[in-house]
Every structure is written in structure tokens, then in C-alpha cells.
């Protein structure tokens, strides 16, 4: 079983220290998600066991062979590659092959009668017999096709932002490496693409380290979490949910380990005042761990006594309103005759495709975005704060504590008590020595929380926030959540985050592409999940009961335990045709093998295979939801 091992890590970033001394070991198969605030240094832990950064002290150790693949937030592509180079990148023997087969396919698919094509083709699909990379060229298709990447022979340059991060997810996948680190590989990710991949994640049979925002995601695929806090890292056993009872549990403890401490620390500070003099060793003794429980007692105010239901300003019934509202953007039908009323205390979520103009409904609103036809309507006493997708400019000579004292020195809470900024601050996660650090120092997401925290002081009455997960980490998120809770105002949100939805939006637009959005009212869990229904009653209406009449739909569905009698006889053969399925193209491949030159059986094998392929996958995905119930 494969091992890397770290021993007595330690970095320091400024004059600040992230890691001190951390030991630890990641085995073969496990699945780790790491979870720290944003500033703890995630990121340079991930940099530095990826061997992107070097540490300033520790040992790194792990097989001469292995292997290491990492997603960056921000994925470092050369513009100038096709797709293909980008996803098949890699310097294996498996690699090369499949590189090399799919440049072959390419030539040969433009002139099948070029001779030198036709070689070149025959070699190429020698060598991936040789290197048995039929199977590894295969999954590679899958996984770009469930990413919704399809054209290899695309320039990265000519992607959007999200199609780049999905490229350089697809190339770490692919390449099935020892350890696979994913720097928040949800990002850009719409519901499907994310089932899937907490799906594959959870069957991936390497080691895993993850960062991510997305606390549903953490749940279905680690088993462990790692927190990183104050150059420690705290180590957890479990899921999401499993860390959340675990970490009560040591902050209780540690907790009564505190207030102990504060009250041996106040008889000593009473015997000190007492003036009794050091004339004896037991007396200096206790002098000195006088001095040392004055270094550790915690004197300080706990940020959870500090109110952040801050009051915002009045606002009217009317607040937005859209009326037969048309847009189109670069040939994009965005809305297309869409009406809209938003009123007071409305938590309007807004979800569905990538590109299908979510973010463009919050410029409008925003009327930053004028429409091509209809009317928005904006209450004369909206005051909007609008968390775009990135911030406004901010002075990297610049304190802390200064940037929010532009806005005001304090702010008033829903109940009236005036609070300083630094009581804010400490609230929203920025301990009290850092509020006169300089702007130019602080990581990226500590800069976004910056930010959003500035717009709340403005104390608005409408919040429009667009894809706040991106950026903000699990602790600031829980803030930002408790504060929208107790929001007086309309809130309306951008985010793909199905924890954050589930919290704080009641009703959801669904954009479906090409104008359409669906409107919900409900949780998002319970939108996708009748979507689930309605696609396997669907699934089995059309194979096995295409004459069966549709029963009209309950009031309140009973919850599913067991199989229908059709998905039970659907059970009985499911395996057995699986079995064939993969003998199937496990012939195919052979016969591929054995065809020679002959190009044009060639490609017609190929294309078999690939669809027969996809047949398999889809029919994997109905097994494991009939083996729940069976």
C-alpha cells in the first residue's frame, strides 16, 4: 500500500505562521477533505504537497512512482493548446498512446485515403493495443463527455473561464494519479456534473485530497477531514456531518479546559497581589506558572456573544418587479417575455446550465444591464448591495480595519446595540490581531469576505449575491448564512452550492437555457430529487410500459422503499446484460486489434464502441439505483 508522508511541516507566510510542525501520513484510498478558514493557508498546503511550493522546514517522503495530480483553483493551461493536448497531457506510456491514437483518428477522419494517414493510424492503434490503453481512452471519453467537453480539437484560449476549469478537471481525472488533489472542483460544475463526480470520487480507488464549499459534496465523498487552524491540523473521522459532531464535541471540551485555566489563573493572580515574596523554590515555581497560564488564558470576548442581525434600512412592499422582460447576449436567448414580482423578505435562489445567464439577470436588477424590451420597476426606497463575482478595487496599502471605516466606525444591530468595527471584524472571522494587517497581505478569500462584510455595513435592503460559495469558505459561509436568516430585507442568490440553496432560498429560478427558466417553490434537494423521480419513472414507462396509462400524481408521495414488480423483473436480467455488454466491447477492441489497415472497418468498430459504451454507463447508473431497493 502506497504511502506519502509528511514530517515536521512548517511554512510561514509574512510574519505570519501557517503550519507548525504538522506530521501526518495519506494512505492508498483515503478520501480527505481539508476545511480551514479562508487564510489559514489551504491553498500553500496544497501547493506544497502537490511540489509546487517547497516549505520552509519538513520532510516529504512516497514511492519513487508516485504519482500526484492536481486542480488548481486557478488551473495554469497554455491558451495555445487544443483540448485534446490539454486533457491528454501527461508523459505515461498510456497517455502518449491515447494522445497520439486520437491525433491519428483526427488525420485519418480528413483524408481516409492518405496513405502516410493510414500508417500513422495503424501504428497508433497498435501502440494502444501494446500499452492496453483502450480501456483508459474509453473512460477518458466519459469523463469529458459527463464535463460537457466535446470538442478536443478547440484552442483553450477560445474557452470560457468555467470550460477552462472543467478541461483541467478532465486532465487530472484522467490521468488517475496516487494522490488526486482538487482545489474547489465544483466551481463551474452545474447539478448534473456535480452528481457525477461525487459519484466517481467516491468509487476512486487512489488517495484524494479536496478544498471545497460545498458541505453536501464533503458528505458523499471523504471519509476524513483535516482543519487546519492556527498552524495546526486537527484530524477528524468521517464525513462533513461526522466533523461537525466531533469538532462540538473538542470545542466543549476545550472550552471547560479554557475555564479551568481562567480560574486557577485568577486564584494566582490573587496570591500575586497578595505580595507575598519568591523566598523559596515553591514559591518561584508557582511564579512562573503564574506567567505561563497568564501567555495562554483566553481574557478575551468570545466573537459568539457579538449580534450580527445588523438593521437595514426601510424598505417598501415594492421592492423589484420584471415585466414581459426580453434579453438576448452575444446570439443568447437570456429572458425571453419573463415576469418577476420581488417583495420584501423574499430568498429567491437562482440555479440551472452554465452560460444560460444567471449572473446577467443580477446585472440587471441591478441595472447595471439595460433590457431589449419590457420594464423593471424599482421600489423608491431599494437600497441594493450586489456581491458580484469579483471585488472592487482595494488598496494593498490599506489596513484592514481602515477599509471599513470608509463605510462607518460602528453599526446598529436589529435590536438597537451599536457595535464597533472590530467587533464586526472578530464576527466575521478576522481575529483581532489582523485588523491592522495591510490588504496587500491577505489571500484571496480573506479579500472576498472583506468585501461582502463592507457591502452588509452599508446595511442594505436588498442583497443580490452571485456565486458567494466560490469564494468564501465553509466557516464564513455558516456567518453569511445566520445573517441572511435574520435579513429584513429581499435577498436573491446566484449559486450552484445545494447546501446554501437548502439554506437560504425558499424559491428557485431554474435557468434551463435559451430563455426558459422554471419557477420552484421549495428547497433545491426537493427539486432535484423529483427530477430523479420523474427521470426513472420516465426510464421505465418507456422500456417497459410504453402502453400503461400515468396515474395522477399524489398530493404527498409516499416515500420509495422498494422495487415496483417491473423494476423487480428489470432487476432479474440488469446483470446479465451487463455482462454482455462488456463482453461486447471487450470483442469489439479485439477485432479492432485484428483489423489491419483496414481504416474504414476501423472507424466503424470505433464508433460501436463508443456508443455501446455509453450504453454500459448508462445502464451502470440504473443498476446502482435499483440495488438500493433491491
Given at each position: ?626 440495488s438500493q431497493y433491491a
Open positions: 500500500m502506497k504511502e506519502y508522508k509528511i514530517t515536521n511541516l512548517t511554512h510561514s507566510y509574512g510574519d505570519k505562521l501557517l503550519f507548525d510542525r504538522l506530521s501526518f501520513s495519506i494512505m492508498e484510498n483515503e478520501h480527505i477533505g481539508l476545511i480551514g478558514v479562508n487564510g489559514t493557508g489551504k491553498t500553500t498546503f496544497l501547493d506544497i504537497l502537490s511540489g509546487d511550493q517547497q516549505p520552509d522546514e519538513g520532510e516529504i517522503t512516497a514511492p519513487k512512482d508516485y504519482r500526484i495530480g492536481y486542480l488548481k483553483q486557478q488551473p495554469d493551461i497554455d491558451l495555445n493548446q487544443t483540448v485534446m493536448d490539454v486533457v491528454f497531457a501527461g508523459d505515461t506510456p498510456i497517455m502518449n498512446a491515447v494522445r497520439e491514437y486520437e491525433r491519428a483518428l483526427e488525420t485519418l477522419s480528413l483524408n481516409a485515403q492518405n496513405v502516410q494517414a493510414q500508417n500513422r493510424f495503424s501504428q497508433a492503434e497498435q501502440k494502444m493495443t501494446q500499452e492496453n490503453a483502450w480501456l483508459a481512452s474509453t473512460n477518458a471519453k466519459t469523463i469529458l463527455t459527463k464535463l460537457g467537453i466535446t470538442d478536443l480539437k478547440a484552442k483553450a484560449g477560445t474557452l470560457s473561464g468555467g470550460q477552462l476549469k472543467r478541461t483541467a478537471l478532465a486532465q487530472v481525472l484522467i490521468q488517475a494519479p496516487d494522490l488526486l488533489i482538487l482545489d474547489e472542483p465544483t466551481n463551474h460544475l452545474d447539478f448534473d456534473m456535480i452528481r457525477w463526480l461525487e459519484d466517481y470520487l467516491a468509487q476512486y480507488k487512489g488517495a484524494l485530497l479536496l478544498v471545497t464549499h460545498d458541505r453536501y459534496f464533503l458528505d458523499h465523498t471523504v471519509r476524513e477531514i483535516y482543519e487546519l487552524s492556527h498552524g495546526s491540523l486537527y484530524h477528524y473521522t468521517g464525513n462533513y456531518q461526522d466533523y461537525v459532531e466531533q469538532k462540538a464535541v473538542r470545542e466543549e471540551a476545550e472550552m471547560q479546559a479554557e475555564h479551568k485555566r481562567k480560574q486557577l489563573y485568577k486564584q494566582e493572580l490573587a496570591w500575586m497581589r497578595a505580595g507575598v515574596q519568591a523566598r523559596g523554590t515553591k514559591q518561584q515555581a508557582r511564579i512562573n506558572r503564574f506567567r505561563e497560564l497568564e501567555g495562554t488564558v483566553n481574557q478575551g470576548q468570545s466573537d459568539s456573544s457579538i449580534d450580527m442581525a445588523l438593521s437595514g434600512s426601510r424598505l417598501g412592499k415594492k421592492v423589484l418587479e420584471l415585466e414581459d422582460a426580453t434579453l438576448s447576449l452575444n446570439g443568447k436567448m437570456i429572458l425571453d417575455g419573463f415576469n418577476l414580482l420581488v417583495q420584501n423578505q423574499d430568498r429567491i435562489g437562482i440555479t440551472g446550465e452554465n452560460g444560460a445567464g444567471k449572473s446577467t439577470v443580477l446585472n440587471v436588477l441591478a441595472q447595471r444591464l439595460p433590457l431589449d424590451s419590457g420594464t423593471l420597476t424599482v421600489g423608491e426606497t431599494v437600497k441594493i448591495a450586489y456581491y458580484t463575482q469579483t471585488n472592487e478595487k482595494m488598496d494593498p496599502q490599506k489596513r484592514v480595519i481602515s477599509y471599513l471605516q470608509e463605510v462607518a466606525e460602528e453599526v446598529t444591530t436589529s435590536d438597537g446595540v451599536r457595535i464597533s468595527v472590530s467587533q464586526l471584524l472578530e464576527k466575521f472571522l478576522f481575529e483581532r490581531p489582523t485588523h491592522g494587517t495591510l490588504i496587500g497581505k491577505l489571500s484571496g478569500g480573506e479579500k472576498r469576505r472583506l468585501y461582502l462584510l463592507k457591502l452588509l455595513m452599508q446595511q442594505p435592503n436588498v442583497l443580490l449575491l452571485d456565486e458567494p460559495t466560490n469564494d468564501l469558505d465553509i466557516a464564513t459561509l455558516t456567518v453569511l448564512e445566520d445573517y441572511i436568516e435574520t435579513f429584513p430585507g429581499a435577498v436573491i442568490a446566484v449559486s450552484h452550492d445545494r447546501y446554501f440553496l437548502d439554506k437560504v432560498a425558499d424559491k428557485l429560478l431554474v435557468f434551463q437555457g435559451n430563455g426558459k427558466i422554471d419557477v420552484h417553490f421549495g428547497k433545491i434537494t426537493t427539486y432535484l430529487a423529483s427530477l430523479e423521480v420523474e427521470d426513472q419513472q420516465s426510464n421505465v414507462s418507456a422500456d417497459k410500459q410504453p402502453t400503461a396509462k400515468k396515474e395522477p400524481a399524489a398530493d404527498k408521495p409516499k416515500e420509495k422503499t422498494k422495487l415496483t414488480y417491473m423494476e423487480q423483473k428489470e432487476w432479474e436480467t440488469i446483470e446479465d446484460e451487463l455482462f454482455e455488454m462488456e463482453e461486447e466491447i471487450e470483442q469489439l477492441e479485439k477485432e479492432m486489434a485484428a483489423s489491419g489497415s483496414d481504416f474504414e472497418k476501423l472507424q466503424e468498430l470505433e464508433q460501436r464502441r463508443s456508443e455501446l459504451t455509453e450504453a454500459f454507463e448508462q445502464k451502470m447508473s440504473r443498476w446502482e439505483y435499483l
